[in-house]
């Protein structure tokens, strides 16, 4: 059985045309499947019963549905999603007074095994069709109309998995989001985040991106990133700054660098003084600190405020343009490096 959603327009007439069926019944599934939103090929009621047995022989539409919401008391909203085959990832939708922002998932857990983050203890199962990745945001795209009457403003690739592993999917779900017939919003309200991977960071340059990157950083040495990022044994700093230059110069896309600052570990003026020296080499325009949120088989802590601003000065003070995040959703566990569905 095929994915009825993988079938461009143009195929889907020549299919018309070879099983003997007029030319505009393939606009007609094709406005079901990316418009109508169709769970099934049964429901494409303007289609002869014929037709819809001739689709089904060959066709299914693997549609996500939500299993399970929690509502945070800040007005965060995480579901867990299920996908046709069974297994489960994570979506969030952030509220605030400007910005309504999907958080969605890429793969069914992660290969990457960072120490700090709770789907880094899953397992990758496998990543996400584009189709499904569109099906996140259009979820919440319909969450965020009924629960506050606005339209999704932006989206961020933060949730479940490493989107530059599943670059082919990641690139194509954001074609489709921002294309007319999806919901036509901006590249530049997207922002993907890797925790580091050179040769792909170099292919988006390539490819000629126009969304926002985010690295992962969340340690200013290679040796105590790889401590807690494994995946920096292979992509070094050196090799990230390299990579992002070259993103920059081809793209002139936005790049921001994500800090968690760790009790004792990445927290002190000597890693402050080291975090200058690599955002002095990067054409990032932001430093975004974000605070540590505790998830059961990690042994960080966060540190107390007072550190938090000494850190933040350090950097303010050698003209880095740094903002603190605040975590949302941690009452349901639906923070910064918090998601871990049932995995199956």
């Known amino acids: 059985m095929k994915n009825l959603r993988e079938i461009a327009l143009p195929e889907l007439e020549s299919m018309m045309a070879t099983i003997g069926e007029p030319k505009f019944r393939a606009k007609q599934v094709h406005e079901w499947v990316w418009q109508k939103f169709a769970a099934d090929i049964n429901d494409m009621t303007n289609l002869p019963k014929t037709l819809r047995e001739k689709l089904a022989e060959q066709y299914f539409i693997p549609k996500v549905r939500i299993n399970h919401s929690q509502y945070s008391s800040d007005g965060t909203i995480k579901n867990r999603l299920q996908l046709h085959d069974g297994y489960y990832v994570e979506s969030v939708l952030i509220p605030t007074d400007k910005r309504m922002t999907a958080c969605v998932s890429s793969q069914v857990g992660c290969s990457l095994s960072c120490k700090f983050c709770a789907t880094g203890f899953l397992t990758r199962k496998r990543n996400l069709d584009f189709d499904e990745i569109v099906d996140e945001v259009t979820l919440l795209n319909e969450l965020s109309q009924k629960h506050y009457n606005k339209k999704l403003s932006n989206i961020v690739f933060m949730g479940m998995g490493e989107p530059l592993l599943n670059y082919k999917?990641?690139?194509?779900?954001?074609?489709?989001?921002?294309?007319?017939?999806?919901?036509?919003?901006?590249?530049?309200?997207?922002?993907?985040?890797?925790?580091?991977?050179?040769?792909?960071?170099?292919?988006?340059?390539?490819?000629?991106?126009?969304?926002?990157?985010?690295?992962?950083?969340?340690?200013?040495?290679?040796?105590?990133?790889?401590?807690?990022?494994?995946?920096?044994?292979?992509?070094?700093?050196?090799?990230?700054?390299?990579?992002?230059?070259?993103?920059?110069?081809?793209?002139?896309?936005?790049?921001?660098?994500?800090?968690?600052?760790?009790?004792?570990?990445?927290?002190?003026?000597?890693?402050?003084?080291?975090?200058?020296?690599?955002?002095?080499?990067?054409?990032?325009?932001?430093?975004?600190?974000?605070?540590?949120?505790?998830?059961?088989?990690?042994?960080?802590?966060?540190?107390?405020?007072?550190?938090?601003?000494?850190?933040?000065?350090?950097?303010?003070?050698?003209?880095?343009?740094?903002?603190?995040?605040?975590?949302?959703?941690?009452?349901?566990?639906?923070?910064?490096?918090?998601?871990?569905?049932?995995d199956h």
């Open 169 to 342: 999917n990641t690139l194509k779900a954001i074609e489709r989001i921002t294309s007319p017939e999806g919901l036509g919003m901006s590249p530049r309200r997207i922002t993907v985040s890797t925790a580091g991977v050179a040769k792909m960071i170099r292919q988006l340059g390539d490819d000629q991106v126009r969304f926002k990157l985010a690295l992962s950083l969340h340690a200013p040495t290679d040796a105590k990133r790889n401590e807690i990022m494994p995946i920096n044994e292979t992509n070094n700093l050196k090799a990230l700054i390299d990579a992002l230059n070259y993103f920059y110069k081809a793209t002139g896309s936005e790049i921001t660098l994500e800090y968690i600052l760790f009790k004792d570990f990445n927290d002190s003026q000597r890693d402050a003084e080291d975090l200058v020296k690599v955002f002095r080499q990067i054409p990032a325009d932001l430093v975004n600190i974000i605070e540590y949120n505790p998830i059961e088989n990690a042994q960080f802590e966060k540190p107390d405020e007072e550190r938090v601003d000494a850190f933040m000065r350090h950097l303010t003070a050698n003209k880095v343009n740094v903002r603190l995040r605040r975590s949302r959703g941690k009452d349901i566990d639906a923070a910064c490096g918090q998601l871990a569905n049932i």
